[in-house]
């Protein structure tokens, strides 16, 4: 199904007398604080973030997964979905395809049907993180870092595969999220598979298109449970800096031990020009996959407040960061979940852009940690909404999203067409 | 299968020379310090530990499960894998059964086999965690604690359900693990959840026969990442409080936030008469159900001094609690794992009874923290396995279990016997 | 000294024009979601969070402290600094006294001080967590928990006295934290420290006039780094559940394990009709002591949502908490960095008196996650800062409270009057 | 005071009897398993762990110190001090300075006195996270990464007159430790701070001797409680690579956020030969600074595990890393605390020299961690006591040490010597 616009249209009149009305006084502010709305509105609507391919249908826990329904059953049911989402809030206009879930049939037809919804094909991420059926060898103790050659064989081919259908759709570069690593303590050597495993990575990146990027992943634990090879951001930011100027550490949020300053991570990232991704979504005990912003929105907020100042540093030799979801919808439905996320990361990168850097960089030097707080908050208290909602209106997207979204009844033809029991590949 | 008692005795007669120097050694040690030898390998054999049904297969994560092979395919096979196991250790004598994995067609000659296999029947476990394919209400928000009075009921049923399978079998005790809660602020009413829990429970606690006890568990988080109904110690308390004197706190080790004290909450529980069961595992970072003993053997020993030091109390109406191993086997053969668990759970049993608790209370009235920890570290630190394994060779087992596992080739008789693609139930 | 309200008024003059034009577009907004927002503001106004006399010294860890100057050097200035809070803020209207550090000297002419101030005396504090000069015996192993039943005595002798000292002013409650615990495995008996604390508890119980009430602090670790006494809700709860109907649980926020969820005990204590106070300060590893809403706005709205939800329940049999910030000050201007913790609070609360109850409980029973997050972030991300100001405007006091202290000079006139080595007692 | 070798050894001679037969019986089982006793003998004897200069007295927490008596009170008293531990245990053979604390006097006198004692000089320690009485400028807001100028030249110059101190004595290495950081979101800039360090470290690197090494410890936060410049190894890592190849990573266990894998940490820097030092000490909640061993010995093993895999790693290019106790000692007398910490380190030691790398290799070539499980646990599992006090016999220390410090009543004779009011120097 597609989302008829005059529909949206007619449920944004509908909206827009209290829209415009909010927008008008928060412009006002915002002027009265020299900021320039129209620019803002243009940073708000160039920022767009991907949607991973397997996130339209409902994730689950080791303990059970409630599926609903009317789950995408092919690629081309996915890029529709994001579709759907992109016309409602113009601000997710890329896929981000997981290999082998969703090898493209015929990538003339799928690219013409991303083209259609106003998708690109951000970066293509690779599994081998489980078994597929047709598989020859397991990843159950190791892919990249297996102590057999012909597994890490196997996942590096598999990788230059994943590059391969990439190239085909457009993608400019390659997310490697290894699961890799042990339960028990003594079970793996920690030096050979690190060396296994940046050997390995040298291979895939080797392999890549010369204007492709490599994006290494790091995670504390799960589904490994003692030691995962790649921990933290340090040891990604070592292979990195081994793999080559191409090679950058990704950042997913969810990836961190307890009370890590994330924020730190990403500035210090930014600062080497070594950031390369970012994976938003939410969490309060471990990778816990929640809707963006949900939790710690104060926190999201701080660390645009380093993306954002790392963005507009001029000396700066970092490129801009591929953005992505990284969630699991285990209760909500997966696209209200995603219009929350997105509408989340959009609030927190206006905040972000509201920040007087002048005087936040004032009080620095001054060592007016009072002040300092005073000028973040400013920024993070100010409500936004109205700006982000007009920033999708201009954009011929939804004031309202979720509310169009329910209006339209989406979900309920979605069950209607693809029925209640349709499970979405990878889930 | 089941395991040729005379191939264990051959393979003990090898080991024996071996064992009878370490063991004679020990024995003095331990005499010297005024321990009674006998005494000891009596506890030890006394000391059963349940096995639930569900851990003879392979367990997973939500990224995925790598099958092993020769995975009980029936309550009967479950049966007889645990009776293998407990003819290898002669210290797991009981199976926890969870239902509806785990009915009982034939009860008669489910308890026969269990009798043949020297095994009791412990506390029967429930499960509203999981939708069942012909189920009517979904537990995807909730079993007892649901909005839906229907919900409610039909998991209220389903205790009662397995309350009569546990009665037939010989069960004395009802442990209920409640996923119920929420991931997202808002999404529930905290203290409506918990009276409806409360009334929910009181419903079952009434449909116990007289001599049942109720156990209910808590935990922190996962599958739910934001709230949890019974979410620590001090709630299931206060539930078991509300609910009668034969309803008492079931503590899992993997259930606690990071750095929580367990051996206070144990100890603590224990004073109140209110602890009444434990199930073991061990973890780094969340509910890893890891082989016990596998990452902090010195935290399961602490616990266990406080277990033995409330179990000797004279004074305490506690009764004696339900022992159960609760973890996964993700990248081990179970049974190994299992073997390796109760290894690991006896050698800290038996260091705690090594602990000379007159020193001890004497150090702690001096307020002598430097003995104390010399008085526990010399426990801990006495190499005690010789004196496991005689626990073991007297009552007619291995002296050692793994080696004689091996060496058998369990694993390899249970694939050609049920295939490599058996999945036990309930996985 | 004393803050000038003339000087206050001229400020606000300043300010006045801007305000204005804020506070009718919010109400505006507020009124057109059927809120009232004079009641909005009563109830602002009737929000009063107790100073503790200490925090208006600089604070330090145990690498050292970095004293700012002017600090107050009798229980008179810190009346004097309090009352200046309250002076710009109308929402600091009570002081909490440290018993040995506030012995008030003539104790009429401290109370006159005080209601000269517009202050009341809140819950009166005793500390057995440290040795004063002429103490005969050493709270080093423990106070109301020792060993020793003479250190014992002591120990409940000087919260009896703190009580005599609270009801010569006016105080009606009594808060005891202890820091009693041991650092090491086996250092202390677990159930009979216990024992030993209820019993000490019991005695100070008896001791308190027939209308006071006593708060059971609690804390997981620090000072003591293995096990604390009181270590969590559940424990103080038994705690006070055993002392009788005017013992409570109080929560200080920053006295958890990572990730507890905080909201969910306060809502547990409230149902129980236990939760006694609350001490306001934020955190992000430890009990870090920092300025409220610094680090986690968000989640102290979820808290608020859940007090303001407990206050406004009719059926409730919890007394109205006592409100107090625990901070400590080690690198902030004390004074400034009280005033962003009651305008946190005040914004927080706010929030939650925002929040649309009925339409949340729908949302709930309709087990809508989604909406339900709706519901919250907007009360959240509504911009209730000019609601705050008009609050302290109406009320006489500064509508931007900072500014005006800053503006004052206040910090350089005390260094003039108290000299810059000036040390608060207690630190 | 001194320790008189005849009190020992005829202490000694009363241990005797017992120790040789249970080093007889251990020496037999070693032996059994192919390994060459004396060798391991040699190796215990051959580690030697420094002891920082002012562990010798009582510290305390921000809540408060209950000194014990007879702290030194001199440099030439604390080399005394640890001149008897080693004498006791002849495992702690040198002595880390802490300037400003131990500024030497007489350079040649404190040679001397440390040579009388068997005490080389370890690295030494620089301390600008505390303001001194004479101190021009503050390091309130941070040193090495102030904003300001002045206060970094103020650092940097502090460190190089404690490089001069060293040269003197005879180190060879400089520690920095830095508390730079911020404990409000907003109130450093984290990349400027970080760069400012790094120009800090290069003059100080610059500065040193060309055969010195410069160790860059790392801490994720205490004293600061939001941000710390170098907040873990990666950051610190960084630094390390960018200064030169005689900076190098220094692990102190207790700074870890909570669940970090730190052997893993330590395996990676070494495999980069880029491992310093490492402090010991123990812990459960943060930076607890509690004896080593006394909570997490399984965890120090494996450390172990991946120290003594690095140093016997042929290829390794690390050097042999600075070892130094780093805890604080609060509630046990600081000697024994030490005695404790020691004997903890070497048994840690001597069952990391005990495992089989061979068959552990195999193992995990194999994927088998059920066997590398039971190879690590029997090393460790093994009761190592007596080989320790064998090691401790042949180099003329004690058996039993605490046992005979207790016995010659130590403390008893500082405390008459020092008073029981004395106050080390630093604390």
């Given at each position: 199904?597609q ?41 708000i ?15 689950g826990?080791r303990?059970?997964?409630?599926p ?7 690629l ?31 990538v003339?037809k799928?690219?013409a ?13 690779s599994?081998?993180?489980?078994d ?12 990249l ?24 759709l457009?993608?400019?570069?390659l997310?490697v ?44 634990f ?25 090679a ?20 210090t ?38 993306l ?44 972000a ?8 960089e ?7 940690p ?23 209106f201009q ?11 329910r ?21």
């Amino acid at each position: 199904m597609q989302l008829d616009k005059n529909q949206i249209k007619s449920l944004n009149d509908q909206a827009l007398p209290d829209h415009r009305e909010s927008f008008e006084y928060l412009s006002q502010r915002l002027i009265h604080q020299n900021l320039e709305v129209e620019k803002l509105i243009q940073k708000i609507q160039d920022f767009q973030v991907a949607i991973p391919s397997w996130a339209l249908g409902t994730g689950g826990t080791r303990f059970g997964r409630f599926p609903g329904g009317g789950e995408p059953r092919s690629l081309e049911e996915k890029i529709t979905d994001v579709g759907m989402l992109h016309a409602l809030n113009a601000g997710s206009g890329a896929i981000s395809l997981h290999i082998p879930w969703d090898i493209p049939g015929n990538v003339e037809k799928i690219k013409a049907l991303a083209t259609a919804n106003g998708l690109l094909f951000d970066a293509v991420n690779s599994n081998t993180f489980q078994d597929q059926p047709e598989q020859e060898l397991s990843y159950k103790f190791g892919s990249l870092c297996h102590t057999d050659a012909g597994v890490r064989k196997q996942a590096v081919n598999h990788n230059l595969e994943v590059i391969r259908y990439g190239e085909m759709l457009g993608s400019k570069s390659l997310t490697v999220w290894l699961a890799d690593g042990s339960s028990f303590p003594g079970q793996m050597n920690f030096r050979k598979a690190l060396q296994r495993t940046l050997d390995s990575l040298k291979e895939i990146y080797a392999g890549m298109p010369e204007d492709w990027k490599l994006f290494v992943e790091y995670k504390p634990f799960e589904p490994n449970f003692y030691h995962t090879v790649i921990q933290d951001w340090g040891t990604s930011h070592l292979l990195a800096s081994q793999l080559g100027e191409r090679a950058f550490t990704l950042v997913d949020l969810g990836h961190h031990l307890p009370n890590t300053n994330i924020e730190q991570i990403v500035a210090t990232l930014m600062m080497q020009g070594k950031l390369g991704g970012f994976h938003f979504n939410d969490s309060k005990f471990g990778d816990d996959d929640l809707t963006v912003g949900a939790m710690k929105p104060y926190q999201l907020f701080l660390i645009f407040n380093e993306l954002v100042a790392g963005m507009e540093d001029k000396q700066s030799t970092n490129p801009s960061p591929a953005w992505m979801i990284d969630a699991s919808h285990n209760l909500k439905d997966p696209m209200e979940d995603l219009l929350q996320s997105i509408e989340a990361i959009q609030l927190a990168y206006a905040q972000a852009l509201l920040v007087d850097r002048d005087a936040l960089e004032s009080a620095r030097e001054d060592n007016d940690p009072v002040f300092a707080q005073e000028i973040l908050q400013a920024a993070f208290r100010t409500d936004l909404r109205p700006l982000i909602a007009e920033a999708r209106f201009q954009a011929g997207a939804a004031i309202q999203p979720i509310s169009v979204y329910r209006k339209l009844e989406v979900r309920k033809q979605l069950v209607l067409e693809r029925g209640s029991k349709s499970q979405a590949t990878g889930l």
